[in-house]
């Protein structure tokens, strides 16, 4: 049970100077950057403010030794701080005081920063969720929207309890997937460890020995001698390779293009591609349905889905499925275009749609594409592990019987010859 005290608010905290970086636009849409000093940032906007000037951006200005380095909160402390607000809202405890509460508990610097800044704003008259827009590197903006739309509604314990369920969905998922790649990742490790030991130290060993008996060697055992001792001699060309390789993926996917391109073709890899479109699927369900359900429009649903689905072809096509629900299109009807929604999801929607009960539909969609996530990645490894022990077996396979048949046939040659 949680203890009320008498008074619904949080103690307040010493109106020390706090010094901010004010960035605003004027007429001609010329940058302008003040700073001031104020006690909490809804001060500084409201000292800020200016008929003549269009905020843009308040940023507090932190001495060295308090700077945050790393500052984004991961998923699980999200999701911890989620659940604590449900049940200390749920329990009758004023917000701003759960808020100072765990702010006082928490471990994240992160977190803990954020909460006091959204405490003083809340004090000064701000709303929960224009308090928490400030934060954007601990709360994405679709739980910025469903807290806005839980203030007009008024149920904020049932919207804390519903973003907890999502966030600890998303954080199984994420988590199913990573530890169903360990097994088949310490695999092809092992198996390309044991091809590295057998061509750099074994080889070497075996070629000087064949070299003295001045045989004919097998055409595998040629063609494995030569490709070691390329390894060996130029391993600082191909290291070179590699990095370059690397270094011009990762610049071509942070092009927007390259990234389009990138996450297009993640999509069709063999076995993780249905995959990744699964998960993607269920996100997106469950985060339109959320934020459909609190009231938010379904335009301004589709913009905040398509930004937290993690893939640049959905957000590509969801985007243009928002125009075509602003061009009077419906929603079904250009998501089936878009050929990334299997035809079972189209129909969904075009039911919830047509119907009136979108929201109850994406929950019943999002509820299905969970079970085929869990299914498939429950299966990940079945499927996964032939494949690696085909590529290692024939690797080390092959080793093994270039080797093998090379010491076969200067035994034949030897008893030949004797």
């Not at 104020?38 to 409201?46: L, Q």
């Not at 990095?243 to 297009?264: N, R």
Request: glycine share 8%; hydrophobic share 45%; aromatic share 8%.
């Amino acid at each position: 049970m949680f203890t009320k005290k008498p008074k619904n608010s949080a103690p307040a905290k010493p109106a020390g100077p706090r010094k901010w970086n004010v960035v605003s636009t004027n007429a001609q849409g010329k940058k302008v950057t003040r700073k001031i000093e104020a006690p909490s940032r809804s001060r500084a906007r409201m000292i800020s403010a200016d008929p003549a000037l269009t905020l843009v951006s308040i940023r507090e200005v932190k001495p060295l030794l308090q700077t945050e380095f790393g500052s984004t909160v991961r998923g699980d402390i999200l999701l911890q701080v989620t659940r604590q607000l449900a049940a200390f809202t749920a329990a009758g405890v004023p917000i701003m005081q759960a808020m100072h509460m765990l702010a006082s508990s928490t471990k994240s610097a992160p977190m803990r920063s954020a909460l006091e800044a959204m405490v003083d704003d809340i004090r000064d008259g701000d709303t929960l969720a224009n308090s928490a827009k400030e934060h954007t590197h601990v709360f994405p903006a679709y739980y910025i929207a469903i807290l806005g739309a839980a203030e007009r509604t008024g149920d904020l314990s049932g919207t804390f309890d519903t973003l907890a369920q999502y966030l600890e969905r998303d954080l199984a998922s994420a988590r199913a997937v990573k530890s169903a790649m360990y097994y088949p990742a310490v695999l092809a490790l092992l198996g390309v460890g044991a091809i590295v030991v057998l061509s750099t130290v074994v080889l070497p060993k075996f070629k000087n020995f064949f070299a003295s008996l001045h045989t004919a060697l097998p055409p595998a055992t040629a063609a494995l001698l030569t490709l070691t001792g390329f390894i060996s001699t130029y391993w600082w060309a191909l290291l070179i390779g590699l990095i370059v390789v690397i270094a011009a993926f990762i610049g071509f996917k942070k092009t927007k293009a390259g990234h389009l391109v990138i996450d297009g073709m993640t999509l069709k890899i063999p076995i993780f591609g249905p995959i990744l479109q699964l998960v993607a699927l269920e996100r997106f369900c469950r985060i339109l349905g959320s934020l459909n359900n609190t009231g938010v429009t379904l335009v301004e649903s589709l913009k905040l889905s398509a930004d937290v689905l993690g893939n640049k072809a959905y957000e590509k096509a969801i985007l243009e499925t928002r125009d075509g629900v602003i061009g009077g299109r419906g929603l079904a009807d250009p998501l089936e275009k878009s050929k990334l929604f299997p035809a079972e999801a189209v129909q969904i929607f075009r039911v919830g749609e047509q119907s009136g009960l979108l929201s109850q539909q994406l929950g019943h969609a999002a509820t299905y594409y969970s079970g085929e996530v869990d299914y498939r990645l429950k299966n990940l490894t079945a499927l996964i592990e032939p494949v690696v022990l085909l590529l290692i077996g024939g690797g080390t396979g092959f080793v093994a019987v270039a080797l093998v048949s090379a010491m076969y046939g200067i035994y034949n040659s030897t008893s030949l010859g004797g």
